[in-house]
Structure formats: C-alpha cells, structure tokens
C-alpha cells in the first residue's frame, strides 16, 4: 500500500514556474514507476510526465516538452514535477501516481497506475 500526498500548487502568472512534490509513504517507493497526471474542468484526466523506478528514463506529454522535468529522490521517498513556462493552458488539478508492478515501464494512462494522490491546484493567469 502507498499514499500519496501531492503539494506545490498554486496560482502563478503566465511564463512563471512551480515545483509540485509527491511525498510518498511506505517502504516500496524506490521499486514503482511514478507518473503526473492533471485534469483540467470538463476535460479528462491526462498524462503529463513518467520516470522509471530508478529515475533513469522520463517520459512527456508533447505540450509539455522542454518546459515540465520529473525527477524522484528515493531517499526521501518524493516526486517532483519542475514547471516552468507555465501557460494558461497548464491550468489544472495535478495528481501524482505510482504504478505498482515492481521495476516496470512506466505507462502512459491512468490505468496503469494503482495509487492516486488527492490532487493539487495549479491556476496559471494570462
């Protein structure tokens, strides 16, 4: 069993950054690939990020390219999602997951992930 808790969120200006953290308990994190999702109002839940257990392969949603870097420190059992260049665009409730099939690949949809944290809030204004 893991529970996550996301933090970081808030509102920020168009072309501002934000560093979303997933404090992760429990003493397998450092064996599960760990992703970012976010789901905007009306719309559905969408991939943003993945890493690999290790944190040696990352994985990004096109829109987010070159702007958005996911990172974990197993040490301290969190994940991290750098945004910078944030856009109106970008505005939405942001969840992190763990997938928990031991050392695997990280996927790219919500169903492939087993644990969820509750959500956190980024609002960009133009």
């Known amino acids: 069993q893991v529970q996550l808790v996301e933090s970081g969120g808030g509102l920020v200006q168009a072309g501002g950054s934000l560093r979303l953290s997933c404090a992760a308990s429990g003493r397998t994190f450092h064996n599960y690939a760990m992703g970012w999702f976010r789901q905007a109002p009306g719309k559905e839940r969408e991939f943003v990020a993945a890493i690999t257990w290790s944190g040696g392969n990352t994985y990004y949603t096109d829109a987010v390219k070159g702007r958005f870097t996911i990172s974990r420190d197993n040490a301290k059992n969190t994940l991290y999602l750098q945004m910078n260049n944030l856009n109106p665009e970008d505005t939405a409730l942001y969840y992190c997951?763990?997938?928990?099939?031991?050392?695997?690949?990280?996927?790219?949809?919500?169903?492939?992930?087993?644990?969820w944290g509750q959500g956190t809030q980024v609002t960009v204004s133009s």
């Open positions: 997951a763990a997938d928990s099939r031991i050392l695997g690949i990280p996927g790219r949809t919500a169903g492939s992930y087993d644990y």
